[in-house]
């Protein structure tokens, strides 16, 4: 589902992000990337959507070569990748209906699949009561379901999440993560750039370990360090 | 549907959102478009003005003593021959002189002043075809020489002829003006466009800087380059064609209160009509979308990588 063949990314200002990394994501797995900040977690992220191109090497996603497909192509492959930050990225003036109905709206799907997916996904999320609420009348937990069910709205093929649980306290933290198993467990590849020890080590899922733009360490059921 | 619904709900928004810039570049479009229409009125005023002045011209080849008949003749023959010449006519002493006592029935001084005996016998040609003048004069050998006064006037080689009243002069600086006149209300025209096309691409850059959260959301889940510019484009053109309307409707309502309130106080002026203000309208229009189309292509060039 993802496949990085010996990536090399050197920004503008010389700075190495990432050398040589190959890895190999199968579809419906959940990846932990760890590592120290600007090891080049969120690079691989940027990579994986087209925000950024790798100076060498291949970048495959739900079977396309990102170095191939023209620009004209990119929201196509972003309709099949999720993705959630640690920020969550809500809209202030938009209510979580809002919020996640704009994502369809913006990819032209029509009324009726967004009156019928987007009360379904909050409920999923278990924000089912919750739906016209603006996000500065929501936790952080839950800004964080409502960007979670933003993102799998679509029904993406890959999901990315980049410290989701970075602004959280330890105990939404597991919440948002009991959510991304749950996404997992329905067949979503999901890749979480994350450097919460607490997390890696309780969920016991492969873990890939950057440091300084190298994998130094590609353990299945692995914990952080 | 749906999608139209969307651009417009988006472009709505984006208006009320931005509405201090969007009047701004609104006005801007207003004055640019209006100038721009002025000058092509002016135009049109300037060309009606040279169509009636050439339309009854009569040219008229004042003739020197003593006239006979024989060259009176031989010269009316000869101008008829002139493709576009359809009449010559002879006016006598007697004829010119009352016409002259006609023409300034009002100033007696010039009338009581000036003896018949002095006033020159002349041949009236009216021409089919404006802008014959040249052939008139190059048929009758006349042209302009400086004597050694430093004066300019006009000598003609054909025997009996004075010379020859040549509107060519008038027509010339007419056209002149014209061309003055509404170049430079066109150079002003084309410098507020400019203005225009720069605060149209300024408001649009603005409103997508205010949103580019949302923006940066939309390209996150997928939302193609159209869909986001869209309606950023409809908001440029909707500027610009906002401005083009008040700038018809204030050509409009030049016309009517300062154009027909002279037509009553000089008669013989051709003044433009209705017609002529609708005729320009498609190019008003036209202005203004490729000043919306030229300020959505700089505004948004920043903005559309993915």
Redesign the interface.
């Known amino acids: 589902m993802i496949s990085l063949q010996r990536v090399t990314k050197i920004y503008r200002n010389d700075v190495t992000a990432l050398e040589d990394v190959s890895i190999e994501i199968d579809k419906g797995e959940f990846v932990f990337v760890v590592g120290p900040s600007g090891s080049g977690k969120s690079t691989m992220v940027r990579l994986l959507l087209k925000q950024e191109e790798a100076t060498k090497g291949d970048v495959f996603v739900a079977g396309k070569n990102l170095s191939k497909i023209t620009s004209f192509k990119v929201p196509h492959l972003r309709r099949n990748v999720g993705t959630v930050f640690q920020d969550y990225k809500l809209l202030q003036d938009k209510t979580a209906f809002e919020n996640v109905s704009f994502a369809l709206e913006v990819i032209g799907k029509p009324k009726h699949v967004i009156d019928q997916r987007v009360p379904e996904i909050l409920e999923y999320v278990g924000l089912g009561d919750k739906l016209n609420a603006y996000p500065d009348e929501l936790s952080g937990g839950e800004q964080q379901r409502v960007s979670i069910a933003r993102a799998c709205v679509n029904r993406p093929l890959v999901l990315l999440a980049d410290e989701p649980t970075g602004n959280l306290d330890p105990n939404t933290s597991v919440d948002i993560m009991r959510l991304l198993d749950k996404v997992n467990r329905i067949g979503t590849t999901i890749l979480m750039a994350t450097h919460d020890q607490a997390i890696v080590d309780a969920m016991r899922k492969r873990v890939i370990e950057l440091d300084n733009g190298h994998v130094v360490r590609d353990q299945s059921r692995g914990v952080y360090a | 549907m749906?999608?139209i619904e969307?651009f417009f709900r988006e472009t709505a928004a984006g208006l009320r959102r931005n509405g201090v810039v969007a009047f701004a570049a609104m006005s801007t479009a207003f004055i640019a478009l209006f100038l721009f229409g002025l000058s092509l009125l002016i135009a049109r005023e300037f060309q009606l003005v040279t169509t009636q002045l050439t339309g009854n011209v009569e040219v008229q080849v004042y003739l020197s003593d003593p006239v006979n008949r024989e060259t009176v003749g031989r010269l009316s023959d000869r101008l008829l021959d002139i493709r576009g010449v359809s009449t010559v006519e002879y006016w006598d002493r007697a004829k010119s002189c009352d016409h002259f006592k006609n023409l300034f029935e009002n100033q007696p001084i010039f009338t009581e002043n000036t003896p018949c005996s002095v006033i020159p016998t002349s041949l009236r040609i009216h021409l089919a075809e404006v802008g014959r003048f040249s052939e008139i004069t190059a048929l009758l050998g006349c042209e302009v020489v400086i004597d050694d006064d430093g004066d300019a006037h006009q000598q003609c080689a054909e025997p009996g002829v004075r010379y020859v009243a040549d509107y060519q002069e008038l027509l010339d600086r007419l056209d002149a003006l014209t061309r003055v006149l509404s170049l430079s209300v066109f150079g002003i025209a084309v410098i507020m466009l400019a203005s225009a096309v720069a605060l149209v691409a300024n408001t649009l850059r603005m409103g997508m800087f205010a949103r580019r959260?949302?923006i940066?959301?939309?390209?996150?889940?997928?939302?193609?380059?159209w869909?986001?510019r869209v309606p950023f484009l409809i908001e440029g053109m909707v500027e610009s064609l906002l401005g083009a309307a008040a700038a018809i409707a204030a050509l409009f309502l030049g016309k009517v209160f300062i154009v027909d309130s002279l037509r009553g106080t000089a008669p013989w002026l051709p003044l433009i009509k209705n017609t002529d203000v609708i005729a320009i309208v498609p190019w008003i229009l036209l202005a203004a979308v490729l000043v919306a189309v030229i300020a959505g292509t700089i505004g948004m060039r920043r903005f559309l990588?993915?």
């Open positions: 749906a999608r969307y959260k949302e940066g959301i939309m390209r996150l889940v997928g939302a193609t380059n869909r986001i990588d993915v």
